[in-house]
């Protein structure tokens, strides 16, 4: 089932690295080159395939080790909102063919990461879509990435075990090794509920185990700081962790989105998500190849240090939810954030569009 995985570019550059920087935005930085709300990133991979190679450019100009593939909507679920259910297969296959030519021509070694997101469905028992749907979903989405050139499928802004669990074993039939991060954006839990320590739980019972795990998007770099933190601690030393945090915090300027996040205060989160244990470190919404360049800067001129106290997280990042803190302080049962499902009204429809595949 596995693939040898001394071939493999993501698992030869982690053993080989001691971090690695992923890219920034997808979603954010595509609005900013034309993108409508409302409409399928995924369609660019065939109506505007120059502007998505030249966003791979950029971030690999920046210095990504990492690129992520413009498929973040990519499940036959997500692509029936535009009508473009028939159209899975290429649309992936494109995604990872155009990726995988800005990384080979890099002259370094650039990995290519399968973006997969949610199905935007609740799955049972709670909604309606079986286990068996989605992990046939998602197997055929990873196939089509692997198809176009995929190193590794990367899993994203997940946020209920049952999807999580769905995904990776769609991923999984590939033989590529899969990553899965989850979005912590709900006082310190996963919208669905899921703490960093319920996190261990799952992916120690997942077979075969995540080649790496961790957290993107959210509500800011010093939640993110806290999220590896708390990861770290219920993971232990042995797992590869992944924070991929938001430019800042998103604030609503005439009409749009935008993200109050500097490339010092992106500096600052690489630095110290690298101290608290992360190994894989790059940008979600709002981060541009600018912020990155910054990122790589901090980090390369950066030794790896002793884990931030609270304390010094908030006084370099800002605030931290209570949830988290609760977490951090050792508070591990439901009292540590928020209540298992408490945010259940929000799984529909929020992260239509972009927003959240990065
Ligand atoms: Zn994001």
């Known amino acids: 089932m596995?693939?040898?995985?001394?071939?493999?570019?993501?698992?030869?550059?982690?053993?080989?690295?001691?971090?690695?920087?992923?890219?920034?935005?997808?979603?954010?930085?595509?609005?900013?080159?034309?993108?409508?709300?409302?409409?399928?990133?995924?369609?660019?991979?065939?109506?505007?395939p120059e502007r998505i190679t030249k966003l791979h450019q950029s971030f690999v100009d920046a210095g990504a080790d990492i690129i992520l593939t413009n498929s973040f909507g990519g499940t036959t679920y997500r692509l029936k909102l535009h009508n473009a259910q028939?159209?899975?297969?290429?649309?992936?296959?494109?995604?990872?063919?155009?990726?995988?030519?800005?990384?080979?021509?890099?002259?370094?070694?650039?990995?290519?990461?399968?973006?997969?997101?949610?199905?935007?469905?609740?799955?049972?028992?709670?909604?309606?879509?079986?286990?068996a749907d989605a992990t046939a979903a998602f197997a055929e989405q990873a196939t089509a990435l692997k198809a176009g050139g995929a190193d590794v499928l990367w899993i994203e802004t997940m946020s209920s075990r049952e999807e999580v669990e769905a995904a990776v074993a769609g991923a999984s039939t590939t033989g590529l090794p899969v990553?899965?991060?989850?979005?912590?954006?709900?006082?310190?839990?996963?919208?669905?509920?899921?703490?960093?320590?319920?996190?261990?739980?799952?992916?120690?019972?997942?077979?075969?185990?995540?080649?790496?795990?961790?957290?993107?998007?959210?509500?800011?770099?010093?939640?993110?700081?806290?999220?590896?933190?708390n990861l770290h601690t219920a993971m232990g030393p042995d797992v590869v962790l992944v924070a991929k945090g938001n430019c800042g915090i998103p604030q609503y300027v005439n009409g749009s989105i935008v993200y109050n996040g500097t490339p010092e205060l992106m500096s600052v989160y690489a630095r110290m998500a690298l101290d608290s244990g992360a190994r894989i470190i790059g940008g979600c919404c709002g981060t541009s190849p600018v912020h990155l360049r910054a990122m790589k800067d901090a980090l390369d001129a950066h030794t790896k240090g002793p884990a931030p106290s609270i304390d010094?997280?908030?006084?370099?990042?800002?605030?931290?939810?209570?949830?988290?803190?609760?977490?951090?302080?050792?508070?591990?049962s439901r009292a540590g954030g928020a209540a298992a499902g408490a945010n259940l009204n929000r799984g529909r429809g929020r992260r239509s569009g972009a927003g959240s595949g990065g």
């Open 2 to 48: 596995t693939s040898n995985v001394s071939d493999n570019r993501f698992t030869r550059l982690l053993a080989e690295r001691a971090w690695l920087l992923a890219d920034g935005a997808t979603g954010s930085n595509l609005f900013d080159m034309g993108l409508m709300s409302g409409d399928a990133p995924e369609l660019w991979n065939f109506d505007h």
């Open 86 to 131: 028939g159209r899975m297969a290429e649309l992936n296959t494109a995604a990872a063919q155009l990726a995988r030519a800005v990384a080979d021509k890099s002259g370094r070694t650039v990995v290519v990461a399968g973006s997969m997101g949610p199905t935007g469905e609740i799955m049972e028992p709670v909604g309606t879509l079986s286990a």
């Open 179 to 229: 990553v899965c991060t989850l979005s912590f954006d709900t006082n310190g839990r996963s919208m669905m509920g899921i703490s960093p320590s319920d996190f261990s739980e799952i992916e120690k019972s997942l077979s075969p185990r995540l080649a790496a795990c961790g957290s993107n998007c959210g509500v800011g770099a010093s939640e993110m700081v806290a999220t590896i933190h």
């Open 312 to 332: 010094e997280v908030v006084g370099a990042l800002g605030e931290i939810s209570t949830g988290a803190r609760a977490q951090w302080g050792g508070e591990l």
